[in-house]
């Protein structure tokens, strides 16, 4: 079955230290890798994506995620955490069906709390 | 969050009523989609839309109707029958196309509690 797991429920880290939240899938062929995230009370916004190409892919905020296809992990990095970057965090990967002209079904992590301390 | 709006913000509603939110998008998409989030377990797919007067269930539909006559707008009505409807509510939209990908908008989100 496809599916996406976070791992840790929450990851806590000091400010200015480096942060990893850790994101593992299991599909199909090639997968189409996303990281969201989410601030209290708010919709999903893009930080990053992982198409094809580079293993490393640099996104918004100064986040990055490093794909590893060997070991069918995603996981998200930042080299100093703020604050700020304290929300929750989804991992995702992109189905492709091709019934019905093509559809797009993204499968979710459960996400994983970040909790940035001064 | 920009392009999607979705309203009422906050929703409450008693047991046995049926109740309807509302998305609106600009971004001239295509395909629409409705998500339902709970507390550690992400989000999961209720209903979704590739053309206007067509949509296909999701993961977890039961308990939750909805309609395109436009291709702006995608409501969801969460009926009665629905047994635990309180949660998060979020919709996207995403172009359409032969292509392996197309990327996900979100909006802003309704949290439905149900009194």
């Known amino acids: 079955a496809q599916s996406v797991a976070q791992p840790e429920d929450q990851v806590n880290v000091a400010e200015g230290n480096p942060l990893t939240v850790k994101c593992t899938y299991s599909?199909?062929?090639?997968?189409?890798l996303f990281w969201y995230v989410q601030y209290p009370n708010r919709g999903l916004q893009f930080l990053l994506k992982y198409i094809t190409g580079d293993n490393l892919v640099k996104g918004s905020y100064g986040f990055e995620a490093e794909f590893n296809k060997s070991q069918t992990s995603f996981h998200l990095k930042k080299p100093s955490a703020l604050v700020s970057d304290s929300a929750l965090y989804f991992c995702a990967v992109n189905l492709f069906l091709m019934f019905s002209g093509g559809y797009n079904k993204l499968i979710f992590g459960a996400g994983t709390r970040l909790a940035v301390h001064p | 969050d920009g392009g999607i709006t979705q309203s009422p913000k906050y929703l409450f509603r008693k047991e046995g009523q049926n109740v309807t939110l509302s998305c609106e998008q600009n971004?001239?998409?295509?395909?629409m989609y409705w998500y339902r989030q709970d507390p550690g377990q992400g989000l999961r797919l209720i209903y979704y839309s590739q053309i206007v007067n067509d949509f296909q269930k999701g993961d977890i539909a039961e308990g939750y109707s909805v309609s395109r006559e436009k291709k702006e707008s995608f409501p969801l009505t969460v009926t009665s029958a629905q047994k635990n409807p309180t949660a998060f509510y979020l919709c996207?939209?995403?172009?359409?196309?032969?292509?392996?990908?197309?990327?996900?908008?979100f909006g802003p989100g309704t949290r439905l509690t149900v009194l």
């Open positions: 971004l001239n998409h295509d395909a």
């Open positions: 599909v199909s062929g090639n997968p189409y």
């Open positions: 996207a939209s995403s172009t359409i196309g032969t292509g392996r990908y197309n990327e996900q908008f």
